[in-house]
């Protein structure tokens, strides 16, 4: 459980292992004999070891919720002052983990190990999350694109069947386009996509429909129509 805890964004695109070898290549960090492993927080020898890189401790409540309170030793900063003191381009690591992910592709754009693995990120519009924030706190909708980027930008995944239900919760009409971009993408790849949806302008993208209802519940269960779009558009008992 604690290591699914320490998951975070930028290891999703595998970002993360070219940081830690950028700090570990610093003059300081070699002086104090600290390697790419000390910038890991899923490791002992460079994280904090009171919250062993979590951040923050965990206070077990018998009747309610537990209860995260940030670790008093490191200040939720993750590592020890030794691996905190290293800089690179006046960054601890601690500070490059809250730097969103646009931000960091800026900052990183002479290193493309490191830039072309972010960029994923903005390509599905997740470009406002920090570096560091815990896979736990996303929305389903988030996490699924999160997966797409993965796809799309590192694996260039084929021939595979992808599954998603109402990726365009909560988004934007300007990521909704952009969601619906990053579909074609996949389907241009040779792969094939089937959506949950009831966005209109994802509905309309789609070269095949199955239109299920004509209600909910009791009232519904039954295919309405298939087809492309404009024959869904065209049939009077499909809203």
């Not at 930028?10 to 600290?34: C, E, M, N, T």
Request: proline share 4%.
């Amino acid at each position: 459980l604690r290591r699914q805890r320490q998951m975070c964004i930028r290891d999703s695109v595998k970002a993360y292992d070219a940081i830690r070898q950028r700090f570990a290549a610093q003059p300081a960090a070699q002086g104090r004999g600290l390697t790419a492993a000390s910038f890991s927080f899923n490791v002992a020898g460079g994280r904090c070891p009171a919250c062993e890189g979590n951040g923050f401790e965990r206070i077990e409540m018998q009747f309610l919720a537990d209860c995260f309170v940030q670790c008093e030793r490191c200040g939720g900063r993750r590592f020890t002052d030794e691996v905190l003191s290293v800089k690179l381009d006046g960054r601890s690591i601690h500070e490059v983990l809250e730097l969103t992910v646009d931000q960091a592709v800026t900052c990183f754009a002479e290193t493309p190990a490191i830039a072309e693995r972010l960029a994923a990120l903005a390509l599905v519009g997740l470009g406002y999350l920090r570096l560091g924030q815990p896979l736990n706190t996303l929305s389903g909708g988030e996490s699924q694109r999160l997966k797409l980027a993965a796809h799309l930008a590192l694996h260039r995944t084929r021939n595979t069947l992808f599954l998603l239900d109402e990726p365009t919760t909560g988004l934007h009409l300007s990521d909704v386009a952009r969601l619906i971009d990053n579909l074609q993408a996949l389907v241009a790849l040779g792969n094939t996509v089937v959506v949950i949806e009831h966005h209109l302008d994802v509905v309309a993208a789609a070269d095949w429909v199955i239109d299920l209802g004509p209600e909910g519940g009791v009232a519904g269960g039954r295919v309405v129509a298939a087809g492309p779009p404009e024959l869904i558009a065209a049939t009077p008992a499909s809203h």
